[in-house]
Protein backbone atom coordinates (compact mmCIF):
# COMPACT_ATOMS: atom_id res chain seq x y z
CA UNK A 1 0.00 0.00 0.00
CA UNK A 2 1.05 3.42 -1.05
CA UNK A 3 2.38 6.12 1.90
CA UNK A 4 1.02 9.14 2.23
CA UNK A 5 2.60 11.72 0.87
CA UNK A 6 0.65 14.45 1.84
CA UNK A 7 -1.87 14.95 5.01
CA UNK A 8 -3.92 17.93 5.42
CA UNK A 9 -6.45 17.61 8.41
CA UNK A 10 -9.51 19.70 9.69
CA UNK A 11 -6.97 22.56 7.64
CA UNK A 12 -8.79 26.00 8.52
CA UNK A 13 -7.42 29.72 7.43
CA UNK A 14 -9.10 31.76 7.70
CA UNK A 15 -8.33 36.22 6.78
CA UNK A 16 -9.99 38.48 9.82
CA UNK A 17 -13.72 37.25 10.23
CA UNK A 18 -13.28 35.38 6.56
CA UNK A 19 -13.26 31.71 6.16
CA UNK A 20 -11.20 31.26 3.30
CA UNK A 21 -11.01 27.47 3.65
CA UNK A 22 -12.87 25.49 6.25
CA UNK A 23 -12.29 22.42 7.81
CA UNK A 24 -10.38 20.46 4.83
CA UNK A 25 -9.44 16.99 4.87
CA UNK A 26 -7.48 15.48 2.17
CA UNK A 27 -4.59 12.68 2.01
CA UNK A 28 -2.49 12.38 -1.51
CA UNK A 29 -0.59 9.00 -1.50
CA UNK A 30 3.18 8.86 -3.10
CA UNK A 31 3.33 8.83 -6.53
CA UNK A 32 -0.56 10.35 -7.19
CA UNK A 33 -1.56 13.17 -8.96
CA UNK A 34 -3.88 14.89 -6.92
CA UNK A 35 -5.98 17.44 -8.62
CA UNK A 36 -7.55 20.57 -6.77
CA UNK A 37 -10.21 21.88 -8.67
CA UNK A 38 -12.63 24.45 -7.49
CA UNK A 39 -14.09 28.36 -9.10
CA UNK A 40 -11.99 31.28 -7.97
CA UNK A 41 -12.18 32.10 -4.52
CA UNK A 42 -12.96 28.60 -3.62
CA UNK A 43 -9.89 28.35 -1.29
CA UNK A 44 -7.29 26.53 -3.90
CA UNK A 45 -4.48 29.30 -2.94
CA UNK A 46 -4.85 29.35 0.32
CA UNK A 47 -4.92 25.49 0.62
CA UNK A 48 -1.42 25.54 -1.82
CA UNK A 49 0.00 28.51 0.03
CA UNK A 50 -0.23 26.83 3.32
CA UNK A 51 0.66 23.89 1.51
CA UNK A 52 4.09 25.79 0.53
CA UNK A 53 5.35 27.46 3.27
CA UNK A 54 4.08 31.00 2.44
CA UNK A 55 1.37 31.07 4.88
CA UNK A 56 0.73 29.83 8.48
CA UNK A 57 -3.01 27.06 8.97
CA UNK A 58 -4.93 28.95 11.47
CA UNK A 59 -6.12 25.58 12.33
CA UNK A 60 -5.29 22.05 12.10
CA UNK A 61 -2.46 20.10 10.32
CA UNK A 62 -0.10 19.80 7.34
CA UNK A 63 2.27 17.18 7.10
CA UNK A 64 4.07 16.49 3.89
CA UNK A 65 6.17 13.59 4.06
CA UNK A 66 6.82 14.38 7.47
CA UNK A 67 7.54 18.13 7.15
CA UNK A 68 5.70 20.93 8.47
CA UNK A 69 5.42 23.89 5.96
CA UNK A 70 4.82 26.22 8.73
CA UNK A 71 7.63 25.23 10.63
CA UNK A 72 10.09 23.42 9.07
CA UNK A 73 10.93 25.64 5.98
CA UNK A 74 14.53 24.49 5.68
CA UNK A 75 13.36 20.87 5.17
CA UNK A 76 10.52 22.16 3.27
CA UNK A 77 12.65 23.36 0.28
CA UNK A 78 13.91 20.34 -0.47
CA UNK A 79 10.91 18.71 -0.06
CA UNK A 80 8.66 20.04 -2.55
CA UNK A 81 8.75 22.19 -5.47
CA UNK A 82 6.55 24.61 -6.65
CA UNK A 83 5.82 25.83 -10.30
CA UNK A 84 3.60 29.19 -9.03
CA UNK A 85 0.97 30.87 -11.01
CA UNK A 86 3.14 34.07 -11.07
CA UNK A 87 6.41 34.51 -13.00
CA UNK A 88 8.67 33.96 -9.86
CA UNK A 89 11.83 35.39 -11.54
CA UNK A 90 13.64 38.09 -12.08
CA UNK A 91 12.86 39.72 -15.59
CA UNK A 92 16.66 39.67 -16.14
CA UNK A 93 17.22 36.32 -15.35
CA UNK A 94 18.42 34.01 -18.24
CA UNK A 95 17.27 30.07 -17.84
CA UNK A 96 21.70 29.31 -17.60
CA UNK A 97 21.53 31.31 -14.53
CA UNK A 98 18.23 30.70 -13.04
CA UNK A 99 19.54 27.33 -12.51
CA UNK A 100 22.97 28.47 -11.50
CA UNK A 101 20.46 29.91 -8.94
CA UNK A 102 18.46 27.91 -7.44
CA UNK A 103 21.06 25.10 -7.95
CA UNK A 104 23.26 26.71 -5.76
CA UNK A 105 20.37 27.33 -3.01
CA UNK A 106 19.65 24.04 -2.80
CA UNK A 107 23.05 23.23 -3.02
CA UNK A 108 22.90 20.79 -5.58
CA UNK A 109 24.74 20.64 -8.81
CA UNK A 110 23.32 22.24 -11.96
CA UNK A 111 21.41 20.10 -13.92
CA UNK A 112 21.63 21.82 -16.95
CA UNK A 113 20.33 18.71 -18.94
CA UNK A 114 16.53 19.75 -17.93
CA UNK A 115 16.73 22.87 -20.44
CA UNK A 116 17.38 20.38 -23.62
CA UNK A 117 14.33 18.18 -22.07
CA UNK A 118 12.10 21.03 -21.62
CA UNK A 119 13.61 22.87 -24.87
CA UNK A 120 14.75 25.78 -23.58
CA UNK A 121 18.58 25.07 -25.06
CA UNK A 122 18.89 27.96 -27.71
CA UNK A 123 16.99 30.12 -24.79
CA UNK A 124 19.48 29.28 -22.10
CA UNK A 125 20.87 33.00 -22.42
CA UNK A 126 17.90 34.57 -23.06
CA UNK A 127 16.43 37.19 -20.51
CA UNK A 128 13.33 36.01 -18.94
CA UNK A 129 11.15 38.97 -20.02
CA UNK A 130 12.11 38.08 -23.62
CA UNK A 131 10.66 34.20 -23.41
CA UNK A 132 7.17 33.50 -24.21
CA UNK A 133 4.57 32.73 -22.14
CA UNK A 134 4.89 28.57 -23.13
CA UNK A 135 8.82 29.06 -22.49
CA UNK A 136 8.08 31.19 -18.82
CA UNK A 137 5.80 28.12 -18.16
CA UNK A 138 8.82 25.52 -18.72
CA UNK A 139 11.27 27.42 -16.85
CA UNK A 140 9.77 27.79 -13.98
CA UNK A 141 8.37 23.82 -13.79
CA UNK A 142 12.74 23.12 -14.30
CA UNK A 143 13.06 25.42 -11.45
CA UNK A 144 10.15 22.92 -9.81
CA UNK A 145 11.82 19.93 -10.60
CA UNK A 146 15.28 20.99 -10.50
CA UNK A 147 16.28 19.56 -7.34
CA UNK A 148 14.70 16.16 -7.45
CA UNK A 149 11.68 16.58 -4.94
CA UNK A 150 9.51 13.67 -4.09
CA UNK A 151 6.39 16.54 -4.00
CA UNK A 152 5.53 18.93 -6.73
CA UNK A 153 3.20 21.47 -6.61
CA UNK A 154 1.88 22.91 -9.83
CA UNK A 155 -0.26 25.95 -9.59
CA UNK A 156 -2.36 26.47 -13.06
CA UNK A 157 0.73 25.10 -15.04
CA UNK A 158 -0.64 25.16 -18.07
CA UNK A 159 -2.44 28.47 -18.42
CA UNK A 160 -2.12 30.20 -21.44
CA UNK A 161 -0.01 27.49 -23.49
CA UNK A 162 -0.56 26.80 -26.82
CA UNK A 163 -1.42 23.06 -27.31
CA UNK A 164 1.89 22.22 -28.25
CA UNK A 165 3.35 23.30 -24.98
CA UNK A 166 0.60 21.90 -23.15
CA UNK A 167 0.89 18.58 -24.49
CA UNK A 168 4.93 18.71 -23.54
CA UNK A 169 4.21 19.51 -19.77
CA UNK A 170 1.37 16.74 -19.67
CA UNK A 171 4.02 14.13 -20.90
CA UNK A 172 6.80 15.83 -17.94
CA UNK A 173 4.31 15.39 -15.24
CA UNK A 174 3.55 11.88 -16.54
CA UNK A 175 6.96 10.98 -16.78
CA UNK A 176 7.56 12.18 -13.17
CA UNK A 177 4.81 10.26 -11.62
CA UNK A 178 6.51 7.11 -13.27
CA UNK A 179 9.28 7.91 -11.49
CA UNK A 180 7.39 8.17 -8.03
CA UNK A 181 6.73 11.97 -7.84
CA UNK A 182 3.81 13.03 -6.04
CA UNK A 183 1.89 16.04 -8.26
CA UNK A 184 -0.62 18.35 -6.57
CA UNK A 185 -1.80 20.75 -9.48
CA UNK A 186 -4.55 23.36 -8.99
CA UNK A 187 -6.26 23.86 -12.26
CA UNK A 188 -9.28 25.84 -13.88
CA UNK A 189 -8.93 23.05 -17.23
CA UNK A 190 -10.63 20.14 -16.58
CA UNK A 191 -9.75 18.12 -19.37
CA UNK A 192 -6.37 18.51 -17.90
CA UNK A 193 -7.70 17.16 -14.73
CA UNK A 194 -9.59 14.18 -16.20
CA UNK A 195 -6.82 13.40 -17.89
CA UNK A 196 -3.96 13.54 -15.68
CA UNK A 197 -4.79 12.97 -11.99
CA UNK A 198 -5.59 10.26 -10.55
CA UNK A 199 -8.02 11.79 -8.23
CA UNK A 200 -9.45 15.29 -7.55
CA UNK A 201 -11.36 17.45 -4.69
CA UNK A 202 -13.38 20.26 -5.78
CA UNK A 203 -13.61 22.64 -3.54
CA UNK A 204 -16.29 25.58 -2.89
CA UNK A 205 -16.32 27.86 -0.57
CA UNK A 206 -13.55 26.41 1.38
CA UNK A 207 -15.50 23.29 1.44
CA UNK A 208 -14.54 19.67 -0.40
CA UNK A 209 -17.55 19.13 -2.17
CA UNK A 210 -16.75 16.19 -3.87
CA UNK A 211 -13.29 13.68 -3.42
CA UNK A 212 -12.62 10.98 -5.83
CA UNK A 213 -11.08 9.91 -9.23
CA UNK A 214 -12.54 11.94 -12.12
CA UNK A 215 -14.95 8.68 -13.52
CA UNK A 216 -16.18 8.52 -9.66
CA UNK A 217 -17.05 11.82 -9.83
CA UNK A 218 -18.72 11.94 -13.38
CA UNK A 219 -20.49 8.81 -11.85
CA UNK A 220 -22.00 10.27 -9.46
CA UNK A 221 -23.85 13.15 -11.13
CA UNK A 222 -26.68 13.17 -13.08
CA UNK A 223 -25.04 10.39 -15.19
CA UNK A 224 -26.96 11.39 -18.32
CA UNK A 225 -25.14 10.75 -21.49
CA UNK A 226 -25.41 12.51 -24.38
CA UNK A 227 -26.64 10.26 -28.41
CA UNK A 228 -25.59 12.11 -31.59
CA UNK A 229 -27.53 10.40 -34.29
CA UNK A 230 -26.69 11.34 -37.84
CA UNK A 231 -28.77 9.40 -40.91
CA UNK A 232 -28.70 9.27 -44.53
CA UNK A 233 -32.76 9.88 -45.05
CA UNK A 234 -32.91 12.04 -41.91
CA UNK A 235 -36.19 9.66 -41.31
CA UNK A 236 -35.55 11.12 -37.58
CA UNK A 237 -37.04 14.44 -38.22
CA UNK A 238 -40.71 14.82 -36.65
CA UNK A 239 -41.05 11.66 -35.26
CA UNK A 240 -42.50 10.58 -32.12
CA UNK A 241 -41.23 7.54 -31.32
CA UNK A 242 -38.55 9.12 -29.04
CA UNK A 243 -40.09 11.52 -26.33
CA UNK A 244 -36.94 13.60 -25.73
CA UNK A 245 -35.17 13.54 -29.40
CA UNK A 246 -34.06 16.75 -30.72
CA UNK A 247 -32.24 18.66 -33.66
CA UNK A 248 -28.47 19.45 -32.40
CA UNK A 249 -28.61 23.10 -32.47
CA UNK A 250 -25.00 23.57 -33.62
CA UNK A 251 -24.63 20.88 -35.75
CA UNK A 252 -28.17 20.57 -37.46
CA UNK A 253 -27.06 17.62 -39.53
CA UNK A 254 -27.45 15.57 -36.28
CA UNK A 255 -30.08 14.91 -34.10
CA UNK A 256 -29.41 14.55 -29.88
CA UNK A 257 -30.71 12.24 -27.08
CA UNK A 258 -29.77 12.87 -23.60
CA UNK A 259 -30.39 9.53 -21.82
CA UNK A 260 -29.75 7.83 -18.69
CA UNK A 261 -29.79 4.72 -20.12
CA UNK A 262 -27.75 4.80 -23.48
CA UNK A 263 -27.50 1.21 -24.43
CA UNK A 264 -31.11 0.60 -24.18
CA UNK A 265 -31.83 3.61 -26.18
CA UNK A 266 -29.22 3.16 -28.80
CA UNK A 267 -30.63 -0.16 -30.17
CA UNK A 268 -34.37 1.31 -30.13
CA UNK A 269 -32.91 4.15 -32.42
CA UNK A 270 -30.91 1.69 -34.54
CA UNK A 271 -34.21 -0.33 -34.62
CA UNK A 272 -36.78 2.53 -35.95
CA UNK A 273 -33.60 3.61 -38.24
CA UNK A 274 -34.29 -0.37 -39.71
CA UNK A 275 -37.84 -0.20 -39.98
CA UNK A 276 -37.44 3.32 -42.03
CA UNK A 277 -34.95 1.72 -44.56
CA UNK A 278 -32.69 4.64 -43.20
CA UNK A 279 -28.92 4.37 -43.23
CA UNK A 280 -26.88 5.21 -40.44
CA UNK A 281 -23.78 7.81 -41.41
CA UNK A 282 -22.82 8.35 -37.43
CA UNK A 283 -23.50 7.46 -34.16
CA UNK A 284 -21.48 9.16 -30.70
CA UNK A 285 -22.51 8.21 -27.32
CA UNK A 286 -20.74 11.30 -25.12
CA UNK A 287 -20.56 10.63 -21.42
CA UNK A 288 -20.57 13.41 -19.09
CA UNK A 289 -17.31 15.29 -18.72
CA UNK A 290 -15.64 16.05 -15.84
CA UNK A 291 -16.28 19.93 -16.75
CA UNK A 292 -20.15 19.07 -16.65
CA UNK A 293 -20.13 17.37 -13.84
CA UNK A 294 -17.89 20.32 -11.83
CA UNK A 295 -20.54 23.24 -13.01
CA UNK A 296 -23.08 20.29 -11.78
CA UNK A 297 -21.46 20.76 -8.33
CA UNK A 298 -20.36 24.84 -8.55
CA UNK A 299 -24.20 25.65 -9.96
CA UNK A 300 -26.16 22.81 -8.37
CA UNK A 301 -30.11 23.13 -10.20
CA UNK B 1 28.31 30.70 1.35
CA UNK B 2 28.03 29.62 -2.14
CA UNK B 3 24.57 30.37 -2.86
CA UNK B 4 25.17 34.01 -1.28
CA UNK B 5 28.06 34.60 -3.61
CA UNK B 6 26.48 33.55 -6.89
CA UNK B 7 22.83 35.57 -6.32
CA UNK B 8 25.59 38.31 -5.18
CA UNK B 9 27.31 37.88 -8.94
CA UNK B 10 24.02 37.56 -10.43
CA UNK B 11 22.98 40.71 -9.04
CA UNK B 12 25.96 42.26 -9.92
CA UNK B 13 25.45 41.74 -13.38
CA UNK B 14 21.77 42.75 -13.37
CA UNK B 15 22.78 46.19 -12.23
CA UNK B 16 24.21 46.48 -15.57
CA UNK B 17 21.73 44.45 -17.73
CA UNK B 18 18.69 46.02 -15.96
CA UNK B 19 17.89 49.39 -18.44
CA UNK B 20 16.54 50.84 -15.07
CA UNK B 21 19.25 50.26 -13.28
CA UNK B 22 21.56 51.10 -15.34
CA UNK B 23 20.51 54.51 -15.69
CA UNK B 24 20.15 55.11 -12.13
CA UNK B 25 23.29 53.46 -11.44
CA UNK B 26 25.74 54.68 -14.04
CA UNK B 27 23.79 56.94 -16.75
CA UNK B 28 22.44 59.35 -14.50
CA UNK B 29 25.33 59.83 -11.81
CA UNK B 30 27.44 60.07 -14.89
CA UNK B 31 25.93 62.53 -16.95
CA UNK B 32 24.89 64.80 -14.11
CA UNK B 33 28.47 64.74 -12.88
CA UNK B 34 29.74 65.66 -16.27
CA UNK B 35 26.97 68.63 -17.01
CA UNK B 36 27.75 69.65 -13.50
CA UNK B 37 31.08 69.82 -14.09
CA UNK B 38 31.34 71.70 -17.74
CA UNK B 39 28.48 73.98 -16.95
CA UNK B 40 27.97 74.08 -12.74
CA UNK B 41 32.06 75.38 -12.24
CA UNK B 42 31.68 77.75 -15.15
CA UNK B 43 28.92 79.57 -12.98
CA UNK B 44 30.44 79.36 -9.46
CA UNK B 45 33.85 78.32 -10.19
CA UNK B 46 33.74 77.36 -5.83
CA UNK B 47 31.66 74.36 -6.80
CA UNK B 48 34.50 72.90 -8.13
CA UNK B 49 35.82 72.40 -4.55
CA UNK B 50 33.14 69.95 -3.61
CA UNK B 51 32.47 68.34 -7.33
CA UNK B 52 33.96 65.27 -6.07
CA UNK B 53 32.66 64.99 -3.03
CA UNK B 54 28.82 66.49 -3.58
CA UNK B 55 28.90 63.91 -7.31
CA UNK B 56 29.87 60.75 -4.86
CA UNK B 57 27.05 61.63 -2.71
CA UNK B 58 24.81 62.28 -5.93
CA UNK B 59 25.73 58.60 -6.99
CA UNK B 60 25.39 57.31 -3.86
CA UNK B 61 21.34 58.85 -3.64
CA UNK B 62 20.30 57.90 -7.24
CA UNK B 63 21.53 54.22 -6.99
CA UNK B 64 20.00 53.89 -3.66
CA UNK B 65 17.34 56.11 -3.04
CA UNK B 66 16.11 56.46 -6.85
CA UNK B 67 16.99 52.85 -8.02
CA UNK B 68 16.70 50.14 -5.23
CA UNK B 69 13.07 50.69 -3.82
CA UNK B 70 11.47 49.69 -7.13
CA UNK B 71 13.56 46.52 -6.66
CA UNK B 72 12.16 45.51 -3.72
CA UNK B 73 8.28 46.30 -4.29
CA UNK B 74 8.51 44.43 -7.97
CA UNK B 75 10.02 41.63 -6.59
CA UNK B 76 6.79 41.37 -4.11
CA UNK B 77 4.23 42.12 -6.69
CA UNK B 78 5.72 39.72 -9.11
CA UNK B 79 6.01 36.51 -6.83
CA UNK B 80 9.77 36.95 -6.95
CA UNK B 81 10.42 36.38 -3.27
CA UNK B 82 7.51 34.29 -2.67
CA UNK B 83 9.63 31.79 -5.45
CA UNK B 84 12.88 32.56 -3.32
CA UNK B 85 11.38 32.30 0.11
CA UNK B 86 9.94 28.51 -1.49
CA UNK B 87 13.87 27.90 -2.16
CA UNK B 88 15.05 28.87 1.24
CA UNK B 89 16.12 32.20 -0.27
CA UNK B 90 16.69 34.14 3.23
CA UNK B 91 15.24 37.58 3.93
CA UNK B 92 18.98 38.95 4.78
CA UNK B 93 20.24 38.23 1.16
CA UNK B 94 16.91 39.06 -0.62
CA UNK B 95 17.52 42.69 1.29
CA UNK B 96 21.68 42.43 1.85
CA UNK B 97 22.55 41.48 -1.79
CA UNK B 98 21.30 44.36 -3.70
CA UNK B 99 22.41 46.79 -0.85
CA UNK B 100 25.94 45.40 -1.77
CA UNK B 101 25.61 45.30 -5.40
CA UNK B 102 24.74 48.64 -5.31
CA UNK B 103 27.32 49.78 -2.99
CA UNK B 104 29.84 48.19 -5.38
CA UNK B 105 28.02 50.26 -8.25
CA UNK B 106 28.29 53.71 -6.74
CA UNK B 107 31.75 52.43 -5.83
CA UNK B 108 32.74 52.05 -9.52
CA UNK B 109 31.15 55.59 -10.16
CA UNK B 110 32.80 57.14 -7.57
CA UNK B 111 36.13 55.88 -8.65
CA UNK B 112 35.60 57.79 -12.26
CA UNK B 113 34.23 60.82 -10.65
CA UNK B 114 37.47 60.69 -8.33
CA UNK B 115 39.64 60.05 -11.52
CA UNK B 116 38.45 62.35 -13.87
CA UNK B 117 36.97 65.70 -11.29
CA UNK B 118 40.52 66.76 -11.22
CA UNK B 119 41.87 65.88 -14.26
CA UNK B 120 38.77 67.35 -16.33
CA UNK B 121 36.54 69.62 -14.45
CA UNK B 122 39.03 71.25 -11.64
CA UNK B 123 37.95 69.37 -9.25
CA UNK B 124 39.96 68.26 -5.77
CA UNK B 125 41.36 65.10 -5.54
CA UNK B 126 40.59 64.00 -2.04
CA UNK B 127 43.92 64.13 0.34
CA UNK B 128 43.47 61.47 2.03
CA UNK B 129 41.72 58.16 0.21
CA UNK B 130 41.00 56.32 3.02
CA UNK B 131 39.45 59.34 5.06
CA UNK B 132 37.53 59.48 1.76
CA UNK B 133 36.60 55.52 1.59
CA UNK B 134 35.71 55.56 5.10
CA UNK B 135 33.05 58.53 4.43
CA UNK B 136 31.59 57.15 0.96
CA UNK B 137 31.06 53.38 2.64
CA UNK B 138 29.30 55.67 5.57
CA UNK B 139 27.35 57.81 3.30
CA UNK B 140 26.35 54.27 1.43
CA UNK B 141 25.47 52.23 3.89
CA UNK B 142 22.98 54.94 5.79
CA UNK B 143 21.33 55.79 1.97
CA UNK B 144 21.07 51.61 1.14
CA UNK B 145 19.43 51.13 4.36
CA UNK B 146 16.90 54.03 4.09
CA UNK B 147 16.33 52.99 0.82
CA UNK B 148 15.75 49.23 1.42
CA UNK B 149 12.86 50.57 4.38
CA UNK B 150 11.46 52.59 1.58
CA UNK B 151 11.70 49.89 -0.75
CA UNK B 152 9.99 47.60 2.20
CA UNK B 153 7.35 49.98 3.04
CA UNK B 154 5.83 51.01 0.02
CA UNK B 155 2.64 49.66 -1.39
CA UNK B 156 3.60 49.78 -4.63
CA UNK B 157 5.99 51.61 -7.41
CA UNK B 158 3.88 55.02 -7.02
CA UNK B 159 4.74 55.33 -3.36
CA UNK B 160 8.42 54.21 -3.51
CA UNK B 161 8.70 57.47 -6.06
CA UNK B 162 6.75 59.56 -3.41
CA UNK B 163 9.13 58.19 -0.54
CA UNK B 164 12.19 58.05 -2.68
CA UNK B 165 11.80 62.22 -3.22
CA UNK B 166 11.34 62.73 0.04
CA UNK B 167 14.83 61.63 0.77
CA UNK B 168 16.19 62.22 -2.68
CA UNK B 169 14.90 65.97 -3.31
CA UNK B 170 15.87 67.09 0.08
CA UNK B 171 19.51 66.26 0.28
CA UNK B 172 20.13 67.76 -3.01
CA UNK B 173 18.82 71.00 -1.71
CA UNK B 174 19.59 71.58 1.72
CA UNK B 175 22.12 68.34 2.00
CA UNK B 176 25.29 70.11 1.51
CA UNK B 177 25.61 69.55 -2.41
CA UNK B 178 24.98 72.60 -4.00
CA UNK B 179 25.80 74.92 -0.93
CA UNK B 180 27.57 74.51 2.11
CA UNK B 181 25.39 73.50 5.55
CA UNK B 182 26.60 76.16 7.74
CA UNK B 183 25.18 78.80 5.33
CA UNK B 184 21.76 77.91 5.66
CA UNK B 185 19.39 79.42 8.39
CA UNK B 186 19.39 77.63 12.34
CA UNK B 187 15.56 76.39 11.25
CA UNK B 188 16.42 74.60 7.53
CA UNK B 189 19.64 73.56 8.83
CA UNK B 190 17.62 71.36 11.78
CA UNK B 191 15.72 69.82 9.13
CA UNK B 192 19.12 69.46 6.76
CA UNK B 193 20.56 67.11 9.77
CA UNK B 194 17.98 64.70 9.13
CA UNK B 195 19.37 63.95 5.87
CA UNK B 196 22.40 61.27 5.82
CA UNK B 197 24.15 63.93 2.95
CA UNK B 198 24.43 66.64 5.50
CA UNK B 199 26.80 64.14 7.37
CA UNK B 200 28.64 63.46 4.56
CA UNK B 201 29.84 66.81 3.07
CA UNK B 202 30.54 67.39 6.63
CA UNK B 203 32.80 64.49 7.09
CA UNK B 204 34.36 64.76 3.54
CA UNK B 205 35.89 68.07 4.42
CA UNK B 206 37.72 66.73 7.33
CA UNK B 207 38.75 63.33 6.38
CA UNK B 208 39.04 63.51 2.68
CA UNK B 209 40.53 67.16 2.84
CA UNK B 210 42.05 68.37 6.09
CA UNK B 211 39.24 71.11 6.16
CA UNK B 212 37.19 72.23 9.27
CA UNK B 213 34.34 70.20 9.35
CA UNK B 214 30.61 71.51 9.71
CA UNK B 215 29.72 69.20 12.43
CA UNK B 216 31.76 66.47 14.49
CA UNK B 217 33.22 64.04 12.43
CA UNK B 218 33.15 61.33 14.70
CA UNK B 219 29.79 62.33 15.60
CA UNK B 220 28.24 62.36 12.27
CA UNK B 221 30.20 59.20 11.07
CA UNK B 222 28.38 57.80 13.85
CA UNK B 223 25.00 59.01 13.16
CA UNK B 224 25.53 57.55 9.61
CA UNK B 225 26.56 54.08 10.40
CA UNK B 226 23.76 54.40 12.92
CA UNK B 227 20.88 55.17 10.75
CA UNK B 228 21.95 52.15 7.96
CA UNK B 229 22.17 49.78 10.90
CA UNK B 230 18.65 50.82 12.67
CA UNK B 231 17.24 51.59 8.93
CA UNK B 232 18.36 47.97 7.66
CA UNK B 233 17.26 46.33 11.07
CA UNK B 234 14.19 47.53 10.48
CA UNK B 235 13.65 46.74 6.89
CA UNK B 236 14.68 43.07 8.13
CA UNK B 237 11.53 43.36 10.32
CA UNK B 238 9.10 44.95 8.49
CA UNK B 239 10.26 42.87 5.44
CA UNK B 240 7.31 40.96 3.24
CA UNK B 241 7.24 38.13 0.91
CA UNK B 242 4.09 38.73 -0.73
CA UNK B 243 1.50 42.07 -0.83
CA UNK B 244 -1.11 40.03 1.05
CA UNK B 245 1.23 40.34 4.58
CA UNK B 246 -1.43 43.11 5.25
CA UNK B 247 -0.11 42.87 9.66
CA UNK B 248 3.90 44.07 7.86
CA UNK B 249 1.93 47.10 6.17
CA UNK B 250 -0.05 48.21 9.45
CA UNK B 251 3.12 48.05 10.97
CA UNK B 252 4.82 50.44 8.50
CA UNK B 253 4.87 53.58 10.77
CA UNK B 254 7.36 51.66 12.63
CA UNK B 255 9.91 52.71 9.71
CA UNK B 256 9.90 56.13 11.19
CA UNK B 257 12.25 55.00 13.83
CA UNK B 258 14.76 54.96 11.64
CA UNK B 259 15.02 58.85 11.78
CA UNK B 260 16.14 58.43 15.40
CA UNK B 261 19.88 58.27 14.57
CA UNK B 262 19.95 61.23 12.22
CA UNK B 263 17.25 63.31 14.71
CA UNK B 264 19.91 62.80 17.59
CA UNK B 265 22.53 63.93 15.26
CA UNK B 266 20.42 67.13 14.71
CA UNK B 267 19.75 68.04 18.50
CA UNK B 268 23.80 67.49 19.32
CA UNK B 269 25.52 67.90 16.77
Not at chain 1, 70 to 84: C, H, P, S, Y
Not at chain 2, 63 to 92: C, D, H, Q, W
Amino acid sequence: MKQTAVLIKNFVKKYGDFTAVDDLNIEVKQGEIFGLLGPNGAGKTSTLECLEGLRTPTMGEIDILGVNPAKDGGELKNTIGVQLQSSGLPASITPHEAINLFSAYHNIKPNYSLLKKLDLVEKQNTEYCMLSGGQQRRLSLIMAILHNPPVIILDEPTSGLDVRSRAALHGIMLGLKSKGTTIIIATHDMAEAEKLADRVAVLLKGKVVALGTPKELTASGSNISRISIRTTLNCLVGTTEFKDLEPDPVNQEYFMLFSKEPGADVIKILDYIKYKHDELIDLRIERPSLEERFLELINPI
Amino acid sequence: MKAFITHFVFDLKVGLRDKTLLLMNYLLPLGFYVMMGLVMTKINPGFAENLVQAMTVFTILAGTALGMPNIIVSGRELGIFRSYKINGVPAISILGIPALSGIIHALIVTTIIVITGPLFFGGIMPKNLLGFLIVFFAMAIAATGLALLIGVISKDSRMTVLWSQLLFLPSMLIGGLMMPSNILPASVSFFAKLLPSTYAMSAFKSLAYDQPADYNVGGSLAVLFAGGLVSFLLALYLFKWDNNDVSKFKKSALALLALLPYLVGAIFL
